[in-house]
C-alpha cells in the first residue's frame, strides 16, 4: 500500500521526532511496520519517535506518541514539549495550552523557543543503596556513576533495561554525575529505542527528583545537562512527601518540513 504522508520534524534538546497532524484521523496508527519505517534514519525520516496531534473535546489537543520501534509508548517529556511548538506551528494555539496524552492531562507554555511543560506529579518512590526508581509518565531508574562521559551506557543500560526486576515491561535508565548543588549530567538508554539517546524529558526529570528525594541536592530548580544540551526541572514537594507542580523546561525547535510517499 503506498501512503502520501505531510510532516513535520522537531527536536528538543537533540531528542528528535517526527511530527504528523492527525486531527483528521486519517493515519493509519495501528501500523506499527510504517511507524517504524518513518523513524528509521537510514531508509525513512528519522527520529527517537514519531507524535501524532489529534482534536479533543476538553483541551486544545491529543498526543499519541510512538517510539521508534513503531509501538505505542507511555509519556515523552521532550516530545510533549515539541508538539506544543508543533500546536503553536500549526496555529491551534499561541503560547499556553492544555493537552491530554497517555499519562493524562499536561499545562504548557511558550516563551520564545524555550517550552515549560508541567509533567504529573510523583508518589511513589523506591531507593535502594544502588539506584532510584520512579515514574513521571514513564518508567526510569536513576543511578549515580563518576565520569558519565566516560561510562559504557548503551551495554550498561540494556542490561538493566531487562533486568528481571523490571519485567516485563522494561525501564529506561539514567546514569548521574553530580557537578554541583543544582547542576548534573545525565546520560540515558530509552526503551524503545534500544539505544543511548541525546537527551529524554522524563528521564531528567526523574533524576532531579530522584536526586532531591536522595538528600544529593536541596535545590528544586535543577539544571540537567544532556548530550543534546540543557534542560532545567522544577517542582516542589507537599506535606505529604508528593512532588507537585513538576516543570520541565528546554528549547523544542522546528528542523524541517516535508512530504514523504511509502510503499509498504
Known amino acids: 500500500m503506498t501512503y502520501n504522508l505531510h510532516f513535520s520534524k522537531y527536536q528538543g534538546t537533540g531528542n528528535d521526532f517526527v511530527?504528523?497532524?492527525?486531527?483528521?484521523l486519517s493515519f493509519p496508527k495501528e501500523n506499527?511496520?510504517?511507524?517504524?519505517?518513518?523513524?528509521?534514519?537510514?531508509?525513512?525520516?528519522?527520529?527517537d519517535g514519531?507524535?501524532?496531534?489529534?482534536?479533543?473535546?476538553?483541551?486544545?489537543?491529543?498526543?499519541?506518541?510512538?517510539?521508534?520501534?513503531?509501538?505505542?509508548?507511555?509519556?515523552?517529556?521532550?516530545?510533549?514539549?515539541?508538539?506544543?511548538?508543533?500546536a503553536k506551528q500549526l496555529k491551534i494555539i499561541s503560547n499556553s495550552?492544555?493537552?491530554?496524552?497517555?499519562?493524562?492531562?499536561?499545562?504548557?507554555?511558550?516563551?520564545?523557543?524555550?517550552?515549560?511543560?508541567?509533567m504529573i506529579d510523583v508518589q511513589e518512590i523506591s531507593k535502594s543503596e544502588k539506584y532510584t526508581f520512579l515514574n513521571t509518565g514513564s518508567p526510569h531508574h536513576v543511578q549515580m556513576v563518576d565520569?558519565?562521559?566516560?561510562?559504557?551506557?548503551?551495554?550498561?543500560?540494556?542490561?538493566?533495561?531487562?533486568?528481571?526486576?523490571?519485567?516485563?515491561?522494561?525501564?529506561?535508565?539514567?546514569?548521574?554525575?553530580?557537578?554541583?548543588?543544582?547542576?548534573f549530567k545525565v546520560r540515558t538508554y530509552e526503551r524503545g529505542v534500544e539505544?543511548?539517546?541525546?537527551?529524554?524529558?522524563?528521564?531528567a526529570t526523574a533524576v532531579a527528583i530522584a536526586m532531591f528525594e536522595n538528600e544529593i541536592t536541596n535545590k528544586k530548580s535543577i539544571q540537567i545537562?544532556?548530550?543534546?544540551?540543557?534542560?532545567?526541572?522544577?517542582f516542589d514537594k507537599n506535606e505529604a512527601g508528593f512532588y507537585e507542580n513538576v516543570i520541565l523546561s528546554g528549547p523544542a525547535k522546528k528542523v524541517f518540513e516535508s512530504d514523504i510517499i511509502v510503499d509498504l
Do not use: W
Not at 97 to 118: M, N, R, V, W, Y
Open 19 to 24: 511530527m504528523i497532524d492527525n486531527r483528521d
Open 32 to 47: 506499527t511496520k510504517l511507524v517504524a519505517f518513518l523513524c528509521d534514519r537510514r531508509f525513512g525520516i528519522g527520529g
Open 50 to 86: 514519531l507524535i501524532l496531534i489529534e482534536n479533543d473535546l476538553e483541551t486544545n489537543f491529543k498526543m499519541i506518541y510512538y517510539n521508534s520501534d513503531g509501538n505505542e509508548s507511555t509519556m515523552c517529556g521532550n516530545g510533549g514539549r515539541c508538539l506544543v511548538a508543533f
Open 97 to 118: 495550552c492544555t493537552f491530554k496524552a497517555i499519562d493524562g492531562l499536561h499545562h504548557a507554555k511558550i516563551s520564545d523557543e524555550i517550552i515549560s511543560l508541567q
Open 147 to 183: 565520569e558519565v562521559k566516560n561510562y559504557d551506557v548503551y551495554n550498561k543500560g540494556k542490561e538493566i533495561r531487562y533486568a528481571d526486576i523490571y519485567a516485563p515491561g522494561g525501564t529506561n535508565v539514567n546514569f548521574v554525575e553530580k557537578i554541583s548543588d543544582n547542576y
Open 195 to 203: 539505544d543511548e539517546t541525546f537527551s529524554c524529558g522524563t528521564g
Open 225 to 234: 545537562e544532556v548530550p543534546g544540551g540543557m534542560l532545567n526541572v522544577s
